[in-house]
């Protein structure tokens, strides 16, 4: 007889959603109907529609009606290098932009996620005019890029006029958590994977699968910044807030979710800790 132990870690989630405490992840899964499975290769209908193209009809239109030609649907026109006004940057702007904010003093006093030598970017949006450009028709473009720095815990945002290529102003803020990047959510499954706390989530993943779960690209991963809330977690969490922390909530890729959200991992420190329940 094989046991049931009820897993303190990692259990696969029925459905297709998971709920968490002031957040609800839900998915929805569209499935091809059945019209046209007649038609499919050696079917009968197959054979009908084959009959109709030769007599020049279309299926189920009228007699003697010629076959309608595919629809073309038009390319749309090349992105310009540069927006006007409030329009969305552009990629070049957003590159641009990048280059400009990124200098060598940044490179060399901060890390990024993996400990790298650079600060972690994490966006690059279209700033906000000054109070006093609201209405200006000339009123110059801008970009805050935001940069995340794992070397001190902080927040860089640097905003650069797109006219001028100039930063025009740098700052810069600590215990300040804007959402995860897609690099920041696969470190922390590489972290999560190197730590014995994993146990649970990857024998889920191997009940689900059959497979062993060795890498963050069998999952297909979504995630929540964590910050601390006193006496709501072990200590190992209490710098949550200050130290960049996520919640994943990892799925099978094409399966199901499999529930890890009393794991969370300090990126800062590259731990694991179980919140308490």
């Given amino acids: 007889m094989r046991e049931t132990v009820r897993r303190h870690l990692g259990k696969v989630v029925a459905g297709t959603g998971i709920a968490v405490a002031g957040t609800a992840l839900m998915v929805g899964i569209t499935l091809p109907g059945t019209a046209g499975a007649d038609d499919s290769a050696g079917g009968p209908g197959a054979a009908r ?36 006004g409030r329009d969305p940057l552009t990629d070049d702007e957003v590159d641009r932009v990048a280059g400009i904010a990124l200098n060598q003093r940044l490179i060399r006093s901060s890390e990024d996620v993996e400990g790298d030598r650079g600060p972690q970017r994490l966006g690059v949006d279209l700033a906000e005019p000054e109070a006093d450009e609201v209405d200006a028709a000339d009123a110059p473009r801008r970009a805050d890029v935001t940069f995340y720095d794992y070397r001190d815990d902080t927040l ?54 059959g497979r062993e779960l060795t890498s963050p690209d069998q999952l ?39 529930d890890a959200r009393h794991l969370v991992i300090d990126l800062s420190a590259r731990k694991v800790a179980v919140l308490d329940r």
């Avoid at 239109?61 to 026109?77: D, F, L």
């Avoid at 860089?156 to 700052?171: A, H, I, Q, Y």
């Avoid at 920041?184 to 190197?194: K, M, P, T």
Wanted: hydrophobic residues 35%; glycine residues 10%.
């Fill in 156 to 209: 860089v945002t640097r905003t650069v006029n797109l006219d001028t290529g100039k930063v025009e102003r740098t700052l810069t803020q600590r215990g300040v958590q804007p959402p995860l990047s897609r690099a920041e959510d696969v470190e922390a499954a590489e972290i999560l994977l190197a730590d014995p706390l994993s146990a649970g989530l990857k024998a889920d993943y191997k009940d689900a699968t």
């Fill in 220 to 258: 297909a991963l979504t995630s929540m910044v964590y910050g601390s809330v006193p006496g709501a977690q072990p200590a190992a969490l209490d710098a949550c807030g200050e130290h960049r922390c996520a919640r994943l909530f990892p799925k099978v890729v094409n399966g199901p979710w499999i």
């Fill in 49 to 84: 529609t084959a009959e109709r193209a030769a007599q020049g009809r279309t299926p189920g239109g009228p007699e003697g009606q010629a076959a309608v030609e595919p629809g073309v649907v038009a390319e749309a026109p090349p992105e310009g290098e540069r927006g006007i």
